[in-house]
């Protein structure tokens, strides 16, 4: 068992939870009553407790109990969620988060800074004042209902709780221990009677080290709410046999006990009397005759073995053969995955090429069957890794929440295109940059609330986060409905900053463009979120290393809308191969539109065509490259199109669609315009990858393809 590996699923689980945590503490503001959110509140926090116990993480035990505890208040209908209570909460959450950081970072958490410790001694006493009862009478009944000394059995019931515990026999490969659910129990209240169950153990030659053959009973004197004890289990219900009665439960419960202990028969009945003290005489007698002839048959019946045990256990708890629908994976092992599926690819292209060379048809078939193959693998490898966005969205609706509030406005965040699915690691990237750009909308964008009401608007300013399909990749929005931009005012800026000549006549589109260059800022003041000049050349620069565009739209006094492309995995994509001189090129096919021939009569140093009444500007890769071999008498041109803008490459060869598995350039070309990367060809040739928005980007910056071609050519290396 590798304790590391559990470990890292308990912190990977604890972070989801306290998300869930965050997300329902979050709606509930709307309705403080809604039970459900409260019990799912209620159900995070103690499952952290829960698994942190088995783990023997005292400090986020005794942290969370405390905030379980007033939640629990909360549940039963003494405590109302308020806003400050649902601020405590989520102050609660931020400080468990950073204890389950500092445990995946590989630190013990007895090593905390004296400034974190700090901090959650002051949350438990903030907490703690949440649980003091506000009259005598509710101490009184609490009181009485859990009685938390041993009391004495009664023919009425139990006097206190009794837990029989037969533990599955994959408890220890799942990476339980069942003696840390003992010492848990010890923290909750006090154990009476407690005896080990080994009628299962096998000969020492059988034993398996780590199949689990043990069961408990014992009797417990606690003062914990139900959920509390059965939830300790929670991890283990599915593999094994478990029976909590509560104090207070009938004889007729215990009698159900021994009913599906029948095949330990009368050893059984000895061990519940021994843990329960109730009257053997009253309880067996009365007990089913399945008991009954168990218990006479015991003398000459052999024990059972694990394999009979594990029989009983299925056939108890139908769950543990359920189908499973989920399971976790490591992101690393999918990293791998995809390598692996990327070198097939190579492979099976090589292939492919040498049976295209032999001329045989049946090795052609089968490098043919083999290359569909791979795009089936490729295809459903690429799935696994797909995530939708929706959970990174909803993390916002914190970040809306503490700043309006800093910023002193009323701002809501609205989420569309949630289940649009991307790649994890753009997920996991893209972050960052919609924090800035949410943020800036909140300073920037949303107006004052005076300002608001004299532009006729609702006090209510609104921020949105959109996401949808275009093109075979991802567009996310990030708008809202303030002031907008001032395009005279960046205007000024830039000029008064030396970034564009006096004078200069520039689009509303290149205007704001000019908000993305290092240390822009029209900010008058600079606070806490903004003014600096640091921050959207940033996310420029951050959405452009995952191959993707960002721009800007703004109507002056209606908002302001940022728009990020991005493209669905950074891993593999669908390629078209074409040829230049001796050197191949990579355009990703869900870019290219069409292929025509280049007339001849516009050969003749033009640089547009017209293509069916449009004018097409085209961009002659040869001469970008500094290619300097004779271009053929019949040349091509692949109409590539990107948000919204079209222009046509001019090459020698089209050599038709390539599954293109990206690999990254060298710190020598990785800042080179017309570059996102290369591949390897079935022949083992480098072929570069085509940076197609960026060359877009170039021909409507420049506004002619002889700006374009003017410019300083970029020598091809692969040859």
């Known amino acids: 068992m590798n304790l590391d590996s559990v470990i890292g699923t308990f912190i990977a689980e604890s972070q989801e939870l306290l998300q869930q945590m965050e997300d329902a503490l979050l709606q509930i503001e709307q309705a403080p009553d809604d039970q459900e959110l409260i019990n799912a509140i209620f159900r995070a926090a103690h499952t952290i407790k829960g698994s942190s116990g088995l783990f ?28 400050e209570l649902i601020a405590l909460m989520l102050k609660v959450g931020d400080h468990l988060a950073g204890l389950i950081r500092h445990l995946a970072s590989g630190a013990d958490l007895a090593e905390l800074p004296d400034s974190v410790n700090a901090h959650g001694q002051e949350l438990v006493a903030a907490l703690s004042r949440y649980l003091q009862p506000n009259t005598a009478t509710t101490a009184a009944t609490t009181s009485a209902a859990t009685p938390s000394a041993p009391l004495s059995a009664s023919s009425d019931g139990l006097a206190n709780w009794y837990l029989s515990l037969r533990f599955g026999p994959d408890t220890l490969r799942n990476g339980m221990d069942p003696l840390a659910f003992v010492r848990y129990l010890s923290t909750l209240g006090q154990i009476l009677h407690i005896e080990v169950v080994q009628d299962h153990l ?14 408990l009973e014992l009797s ?16 283990v219900r599915e593999d094994g046999s478990l029976h909590i009665l509560p104090p207070g439960a009938p004889l007729s419960a215990l009698r159900e006990v021994l009913e599906a202990r029948a095949n330990e028969g009368a050893l059984q009945v000895e061990r519940l009397v021994r843990c329960t003290k109730v009257d053997a005489a009253a309880l067996v007698p009365e007990a089913s005759t399945s008991v009954a002839t ?21 056939k108890e708890t139908p769950r543990a053969n359920a189908d499973t629908n989920l399971i976790r994976v490591d992101a690393a092992k999918l990293d791998q995955l995809i390598n692996l599926v990327g070198e097939l690819i190579i492979a099976g292209a090589n292939t492919r090429m040498l049976a295209q060379r032999s001329g045989l048809l049946d090795m052609c078939e089968s490098a043919e069957t083999l290359s569909r193959l791979v795009e089936e693998v490729r295809d459903s490898a690429l799935t696994l890794r797909m995530v939708q966005i929706g959970a990174t969205f909803n993390r916002f609706q914190r970040v809306v929440r503490d700043v309006s509030k800093e910023l002193g406005k009323d701002i809501v965040l609205q989420i569309s295109g949630g289940d649009t699915e991307l790649d994890k690691t753009v997920v996991e990237k893209i ?22 009401l004299a532009a006729g608007k609702s006090l209510q300013g609104v921020v949105r986060l959109n996401a949808y399909h275009e093109a075979g990749g991802i567009v996310i929005e990030v708008s809202d409905d303030g002031g907008g931009l001032n ?59 995952l191959r993707g565009s960002v721009e800007l739209d703004s109507t002056l006094g209606t ?52 293509l069916r009444g449009d004018v097409l500007p085209f961009i002659r890769l040869r001469q970008m490259f500094d290619d300097q071999s004779t271009p053929p008498r019949r040349e091509n041109v692949v109409v590539v199109s990107y948000a919204g803008v079209r222009a046509g490459l001019v090459v020698d060869q089209l050599l038709g669609e390539f599954q293109t598995v990206i690999k990254p350039l060298g710190k020598v070309f990785c800042q080179v315009p017309a570059l996102s990367g290369f591949t390897i060809l079935g022949s083992g040739a480098v072929a570069l990858i085509l940076d197609i928005p960026g060359l877009l980007a170039q021909v409507t910056q420049n506004g002619s393809m002889r700006a374009a071609t003017q410019s300083s050519p970029l020598r091809s290396t692969v040859q």
Do not use: W
């Open 294 to 314: 168990s218990a006479t048959q015991q003398a000459t019946t052999p024990t059972p073995d694990a394999s009979d045990n594990r029989a009983v256990a299925t």
């Open 220 to 235: 417990f004197a606690s003062d914990a709410q139900a959920s509390a004890i059965e939830g300790a289990f929670e991890f």
């Open 431 to 452: 972050g960052d940059p919609l924090t800035h750009l949410v943020r800036n909308s909140m300073d920037h964008g949303i107006e004052p609330a005076d300002v608001r």
């Open 202 to 215: 096998p000969n020492l030659d059988e034993m398996d080290a780590e199949t689990c053959y043990l069961g």
């Open 487 to 545: 395009p005279q005012k960046i205007l000024a800026k830039a000029t008064q900053r030396g970034l564009i000549a006096e004078g200069q006549q520039l689009s509303d589109k290149e205007i704001f463009n000019l908000i993305f260059e290092p240390g822009f800022s029209t900010a008058e003041q600079i606070s806490n979120l903004s003014g600096r000049g640091v921050g959207m050349d940033v996310v420029k620069r951050n959405i452009t290393a």
């Open 559 to 610: 908002g302001t809308c940022v728009r990020i492309r991005l493209p669905l995995t950074l891993a593999i994509i669908d390629g078209f191969l074409i040829g230049v001189g001796q050197s191949c090129y990579v355009v990703p096919l869900d870019m290219v539109e069409e292929c025509i021939e280049l007339p001849s009569e516009q050969l003749a140093g033009q640089q547009h065509l017209d």
């Open 56 to 83: 023997g993480f005292d400090n986020i035990v005794a942290f969370t109990h405390v905030a379980e505890s007033v939640l629990d208040r909360i549940r039963s209908g003494e405590l109302r969620f308020d806003a």
